[in-house]
């Protein structure tokens, strides 16, 4: 079946930090793939996403390429800020359960100053 | 545009009583999709109702059940609840065709605590 898996957390970087969240997928069709983030007692917020090989999605300085060959869409970012601090979900959908996303387990991020 | 709304918030029950959660979609929207998130199993996907039609299922026992109504608006039901149903639960809408993927937006979701 499909799955995603991301790195362990949490991740403590100081402000200004660069940032990676490794994600990588298994899935029988042809995926979109997407981040999503979790502020504290808060839903989920869609940080950003890529529909096809090579795409790179991007939002609020973060960054993600669909990578086909390694089955990876990791996440950076130059420099993490305070405001960053939550939890981060990688997750996929493919064609024909286009509404049924498959989550990672989630990554707690941690920014101080 | 007012985005996806959930109530009530907060909910506490007792095992073996019955819950009924709400959901209303960005206006527009006729997907909407439910998810169960815990510690322990994380987020994972209960159902998928479109134009009042369940289309997509997740793995879950028939104790959970959920319907959409005309205005696009759904509800789920949990049944004889365990101990294991606390959870929050959280419900996407999306404008979502068939065959397509379009962007779901989250509610804040519904947190609810079984006693």
């Known amino acids: 079946g499909d799955s995603v898996t991301q790195m362990e957390g949490p991740v403590t970087l100081s402000e200004e930090a660069f940032l990676t969240i490794n994600c990588t997928y298994t899935?029988?069709?042809?995926?979109?793939l997407f981040w999503y983030v979790q502020y504290p007692g808060e839903g989920l917020q869609l940080l950003l996403k890529?529909?096809?090989?090579?795409d790179k999605g991007s939002n609020k300085g973060f960054e993600a390429t669909y990578r086909k060959e390694t089955t990876s869409f990791h996440l950076e970012k130059g420099s993490v800020q305070v405001s960053d601090s939550a939890v981060y979900f990688c997750?996929?959908?493919?064609?024909?359960?286009?509404?049924?996303?498959?989550f990672g387990t989630g990554t707690r991020l941690q920014v101080t100053l | 545009k007012a985005g996806v709304t959930q109530t009530p918030r907060y909910l506490i029950k007792t095992r073996g009583q019955q819950v009924t959660l709400s959901c209303s979609p960005i206006?527009?929207?006729?997907?909407v999709s439910w998810y169960q998130q815990t510690p322990g199993q994380g987020l994972q996907f209960l159902f998928e109702?479109?134009?009042?039609?369940?289309?997509n299922k997740g793995n879950f026992p028939g104790r959970f059940s959920g319907r959409q109504f005309s205005n696009s608006r759904s509800e789920m039901n949990v049944s004889t609840l365990e101990l294991g149903d606390s959870a929050l639960y959280l419900c996407?809408?999306?404008?979502?065709?068939?065959?397509?993927?379009?962007?779901?937006?989250f509610g804040p979701g519904t947190r609810l605590l079984v006693l």
């Open positions: 996407a809408s999306s404008l979502s065709g068939p065959g397509g993927f379009e962007t779901q937006y």
């Open positions: 899935a029988t069709g042809y995926p979109s």
């Open positions: 890529a529909t096809k090989a090579d």
């Open positions: 997750a996929l959908s493919v064609t024909g359960t286009a509404s049924k996303l498959t």
């Open positions: 206006s527009g929207h006729r997907s």
């Open positions: 109702y479109f134009s009042e039609t369940q289309r």
